[in-house]
């Protein structure tokens, strides 16, 4: 089983939809929970974090935490065409704040 | 500017030979890490440094080297011992749990 899990994709959704992008981790020790954007031939691009259960909203990007469950979501509302990218889950471990990353998800908005 | 700079943008080498790729960052962060790419995947961790003149070992650590004799640097020689070293490296650094990548290295070893 991968330390960190995403679907691969691709995800496409029409402009103005709400892109559902999820992520399920081994870890029940993690604490920390990052959602990175990363454009084609760019670099990832820190968009979210989030650290206890329950919803983060940061204007129209929404974390979803459930450690229960060990999963994490990310809403994107209203999705524009520029969302277009590969999104990365990725979960802290160790004391040294090391990240595993997941494989990402690669969403197409379709204008 | 702060910021976490990388050079080259793109590197090509031929086979057989060490290449030492870039990282610095202004942003006085303690922590500074250095991932690779391959299409279609994740980040996997090659080195990470915590303090200056220490790091340690990454998933992935075979075929590199690093060094962190000053906090603002922390370059990553490939080695040629690395067997696939074609690849999008990405240097990061963070002073909290949130990391920051510089723009990357596309290395092409031929």
């Known amino acids: 089983q991968k330390e960190v899990e995403q679907n691969s994709g691709p995800l496409s959704v029409p402009e103005g939809a709400i892109a559902s992008l999820n992520c399920t981790y081994s870890?029940?020790?993690?604490?920390?929970f990052f959602w990175y954007r990363q454009y084609s031939g760019k670099s990832p691009e820190l968009i979210m974090s989030i650290y206890s259960n329950g919803d983060k909203e940061d204007g129209r990007f929404t974390a979803q935490l459930n450690k229960a469950s060990q999963y994490v979501s990310l809403l994107i509302r209203d999705s524009q065409p520029s969302d277009s990218a590969t999104y990365l889950c990725?979960?802290?471990?160790?004391?040294?704040?090391?990240?595993?990353f997941g494989s990402g998800t690669q969403l197409t908005v379709l204008p | 500017d702060g910021g976490i700079t990388q050079s080259p943008k793109y590197l090509f080498r031929k086979e057989g030979q060490n290449v030492t790729l870039s990282c610095e960052q202004n942003l006085n962060h303690d922590a500074m890490y250095w991932y690779r790419q391959d299409p279609g995947q994740g980040l996997r961790l090659i080195y990470y440094?915590?303090?200056?003149?220490?790091?340690q070992k990454g998933d992935i650590a075979e075929g590199y080297s690093v060094s962190r004799e000053k906090k603002e640097s922390f370059p990553l020689t490939v080695t040629s011992a690395q067997k696939n070293p074609t690849a999008f490296y990405l240097c990061?650094?963070?002073?909290?749990?949130?990391?920051?990548f510089g723009p990357g290295t596309r290395l092409t070893v031929t």
């Open positions: 990725a979960v802290n471990r160790g004391s040294a704040r090391q990240l595993t």
């Open positions: 440094s915590q303090i200056v003149n220490d790091f």
């Open positions: 990061a650094s963070t002073t909290g749990n949130e990391q920051y």
């Open positions: 870890d029940r020790g993690s604490q920390s």
